[in-house]
T-cell receptor
Framework: AQTVTQSQPEMSVQEAETVTLSCTYD???????LFWYKQPPSRQMILVIR??????QNATENRFSVNFQKAAKSFSLKISDSQLGDTAMYFC??????????FGTGTRLTIIP | GAVVSQHPSRVICKSGTSVKIECRSL??????MFWYRQFPKKSLMLMAT?????????EQGVEKDKFLINHASLTLSTLTVTSAHPEDSSFYIC????????????FGSGTRLTVV
C-alpha cells in the first residue's frame, strides 16, 4: 500500500523567512504524481504545486519550490519569503495513474509577524 | 481553471433526520468525484469514490447505507447522510478529478455538518 509521511506536525517561522516542510512516501511504482496542498483557516483545499515523478527538474511556482529526491522517496516543499497568508495546514499527497489521492497527515504552518 | 462548488457550506440538523450535500463541477465534466471526511486538525479521510452512472465505491469501514452517494450526471454528485447522529458531525469535502491525473484534484469548499 502507498503511504505518505509528514514528520512535522507543526512548524512556525518569522515572516519573510524561508521554511521547508518535509514529506516522504512509499511506493513500488515508478510513475506517479506528487502534490502539495494548502488548507488555510477557510478550509478550502488549494493546490500549491505538483511534480511528475518522471521529471528530474524540481517544480517551482513563484515562492514555492520542491526538492524531489526520487531515490530517497522524498518530496519537500520550500516556501521562500514567507507571508502571513501562508499560514495554513499543508498536505503532501500523491497519486498513481487514475487511483485515489493518498494524503499525508499534514503540517500546521504558522507565519509569525 | 477547474472549479468545484459544494453546498451547503454549513448545515445544522436534528438527530434522526437526513441531510444532503451537493458537489458540482462548474466548468468541466467529472466522471469521478470523491467524498472526504475531515476531523479537526486531521487529514482528509476518503469515504467513497463516486462514479457517474454507477454505484459508489466505499472505503473500508464506511457505512454505505448511512452515507448515500449519487452521481447522476457528469457534473453533480450528492452525499446524503441518513438518520444523522451527533457522531456524524464533521467537515465533509468533495473533490473531482480534472482531465488528467497529473493535474490533481479540485476540491469543493467543504460542508460543516452539525447534528444536534
Amino acid at each position: 500500500a502507498q503511504t505518505v509521511t509528514q514528520s512535522q506536525p507543526e512548524m512556525s517561522v518569522q515572516e519573510a523567512e524561508t521554511v521547508t516542510l518535509s514529506c516522504t512516501y512509499d511506493t513500488s511504482e515508478s510513475n506517479y504524481y506528487l502534490f502539495w496542498y494548502k488548507q488555510p483557516p477557510s478550509r478550502q483545499m488549494i493546490l500549491v504545486i505538483r511534480q511528475e515523478a518522471y521529471k528530474q527538474q524540481n517544480a517551482t511556482e513563484n515562492r514555492f519550490s520542491v526538492n524531489f529526491q526520487k531515490a530517497a522517496k522524498s518530496f519537500s516543499l520550500k516556501i521562500s519569503d514567507s507571508q502571513l497568508g501562508d499560514t495554513a495546514m499543508y498536505f503532501c499527497a500523491f497519486i498513481i495513474g487514475n487511483e485515489k489521492l493518498t494524503f499525508g497527515t499534514g503540517t500546521r504552518l504558522t507565519i509569525i509577524p | 481553471g477547474a472549479v468545484v462548488s459544494q453546498h451547503p457550506s454549513r448545515v445544522i440538523c436534528k438527530s434522526g433526520t437526513s441531510v444532503k450535500i451537493e458537489c458540482r463541477s462548474l466548468d468541466f465534466q467529472a466522471t469521478t468525484m470523491f467524498w472526504y471526511r475531515q476531523f479537526p486538525k486531521k487529514s482528509l479521510m476518503l469515504m467513497a469514490t463516486s462514479n457517474e452512472g454507477s454505484k459508489a465505491t466505499y472505503e473500508q469501514g464506511v457505512e454505505k447505507d448511512k452515507f448515500l452517494i449519487n452521481h447522476a450526471s457528469l457534473t453533480l454528485s450528492t452525499l446524503t447522510v441518513t438518520s444523522a447522529h451527533p457522531e456524524d458531525s464533521s467537515f465533509y469535502i468533495c473533490s473531482a478529478r480534472g482531465t488528467a491525473a497529473n493535474y490533481g484534484y479540485t476540491f469543493g469548499s467543504g460542508t460543516r455538518l452539525t447534528v444536534v
